[in-house]
């Protein structure tokens, strides 16, 4: 709709009154936004209840949000689920373009994942993907869910770096087998399509008691930080500051202490909020995306065999993996983005909102739209991607060779762009390469018998595979190594 030469909200499906075009969405969201920009083209408008949504289906317009109008739409929105679990929006990623935001990530970015800080954690790394990989070893020939194990490594390489030996040995046993499914559960919450977002004025009634579970949720996981930070305070106490360790949490810590004005100060919530941005952030997408590389490897065994030749020429068939190899793998770097092209794991990045009125694609976008950015559809389009739909790793070696993860080629964005891009690519970067070099290195892999391959997708927050996938690990020559 445009008048007299003014520009016009962006065409898009017209709903109903009230519900606007909620009842005709499908619960995949991700291809039925994909199906009705073929429609009504790559900027795309609709009202889901009472909120006006843009959907961006082309790089071209993903690139004007994400470069052109960087500031304006830098600030995520959050939803009703989201604030309970990040502490009222004191964390880092639902936090506003701020003072307060410019801190938790300079924090982040300083004191522990940059690549400095991220090499002094190499053996630790080492250990935990050892000692997944002598997890698989001792269950040689019997069905193994990948995703489950990988999530459970990066839970505990993570929760080392953040916050050191601060819990005792039985405690963090405790935590680690109630963790899979705690984070599970809050990765599923924070994916459903709440009514409570939709029309705000029902929140309080909970129709789909989202925000009961995610708050038993969220119990939890403060239960677990609130003893992370209690046990350290009292440690710090009680031996004084000589002995005190020198981790993340410490130096949050002391930055909850400072009381100098030209510092941000920080809380006990921020640190809490932070941390369950990480976790909950930083575990699932990587576990997603190894379960993704190896379903595709499955369906397509010359990719699994191309890659374990360059591993035993790069490693050598007897040794093992050690995170010195990882940048002299291509194919399996290829391997890697080609997954996260064809199963972006954060499907619609983290929807953002403008802060002022402004105009993309030659139409008008009003203050407070919600803003899906679908990287999925961008990831399949077959005006960038020759088949797209085909696992193809070569294709980085070639043709998209020069694509990496910083959000600079608008055709391939799946960790964002601009300032709000994910913090954490550097450390994705570094383990789920060598995690998957480890698992191909020492392992053949293959379905039980009597099971079938299949792709299907769970639409969430995180875009999942729908049944988790079973595999068997047989062994590799360099498997001997694993028993020293
Ligand atoms: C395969 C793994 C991962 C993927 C695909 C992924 C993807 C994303 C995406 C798409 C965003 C939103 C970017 C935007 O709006 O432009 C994001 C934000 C974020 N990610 Fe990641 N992520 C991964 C791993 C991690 C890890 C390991 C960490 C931390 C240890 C992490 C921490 C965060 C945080 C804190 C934000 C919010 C940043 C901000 O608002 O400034 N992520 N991530």
Same mark, same amino acid.
């Given at each position: 709709e445009r008048t007299k030469g003014m520009p016009g909200l962006p065409p898009g499906p017209r709903g109903l009154?009230?519900?606007?075009y909620l009842p005709f969405l499908r619960s995949d969201l991700h291809s039925c936004f994909a199906d009705l920009a073929r429609i009504f083209g790559p900027v795309m408008m609709m009202k889901l209840g009472s909120r006006q949504c843009l959907i961006l289906s082309s790089p071209e317009a993903a690139k004007e949000v994400l470069r052109d109008h960087d500031a304006t739409f830098a600030n995520h929105d959050i939803t009703v689920a989201a604030r309970i679990l990040t502490f009222g929006g004191q964390d880092m990623a639902f936090q506003p373009l701020s003072p307060m935001w410019r801190a938790l990530r300079k924090v982040s970015v300083r004191e522990l994942l940059n690549a400095r800080t991220l090499d002094s954690f190499r053996t630790l790394r080492q250990q935990e993907v050892t000692l997944m990989a002598k997890e698989l070893h001792r269950r040689t020939g019997v069905p193994a869910a990948v995703g489950q194990m990988v999530l459970i490594t990066s839970f505990n390489v993570l929760t080392a770096m953040l916050w050191g030996n601060s819990l005792a040995a039985d405690e963090l046993e405790r935590i680690r087998g109630e963790f899979w499914e705690l984070v599970v559960g809050i990765i599923d919450l924070l994916g459903v399509t709440n009514v409570s977002d939709i029309f705000p004025i029902l929140e309080r009634m909970d129709l789909q008691g989202v925000q009961q579970k995610m708050k038993q949720h969220k119990e939890k996981l403060d239960g677990i930080l609130s003893t992370v930070i209690d046990r350290r305070v009292r440690t710090v106490n009680t031996r #004084?500051?000589?002995?005190?360790a020198q981790d993340f949490l410490q130096v949050l810590l002391e930055l909850v202490k400072k009381e100098d004005p030209r510092d941000q100060h920080l809380t006990v919530d921020n640190i809490k909020g932070l941390f369950t941005n990480m976790i909950t952030g930083g575990t699932d997408t990587t576990s997603t995306t190894i379960e993704w590389a190896m379903a595709e490897m499955i369906g397509k065994p010359e990719t699994m065999r191309k890659a374990q030749e360059e591993l035993d020429s790069v490693v050598g068939k007897e040794e093992i993996v050690d995170e010195s190899h990882i940048g002299k793998l291509p194919y399996l770097e290829a391997l890697v983005k080609e997954t996260l092209r064809l199963h972006p794991p954060v499907p619609f990045l983290l929807p953002r909102y403008p802060t002022t009125t402004c105009n993309v694609g030659g139409y008008i976008i009003p203050k407070g739209t919600k803003v899906f950015i679908n990287v999925w559809s961008i990831h399949r389009d077959p005006a960038v991607w020759e088949n797209p739909l085909e696992f193809k790793p070569e294709r980085f070696l070639s043709g998209m060779s020069k694509l990496d993860y910083y959000g600079n080629n608008f055709n391939f964005i799946p960790f964002g762009s #601009? /300032? /709000?891009?994910?913090?954490g690519i550097t450390l994705v970067e570094k383990m789920s390469l060598y995690i998957l070099a480890t698992m191909l290195h020492c392992f053949d892999w293959s379905l039980p018998d009597g099971t079938k391959l299949d792709l299907v997708e769970k639409f969430g927050i995180v875009l999942k595979k729908e049944k988790q996938l079973v595999v068997i690990p047989t062994t590799r020559p360099s498997c001997a190594k694993l028993r020293e």
């Open positions: 009154p009230l519900v606007g #004084g500051d000589q002995e005190k #601009g /300032r /709000r891009i994910c913090v």
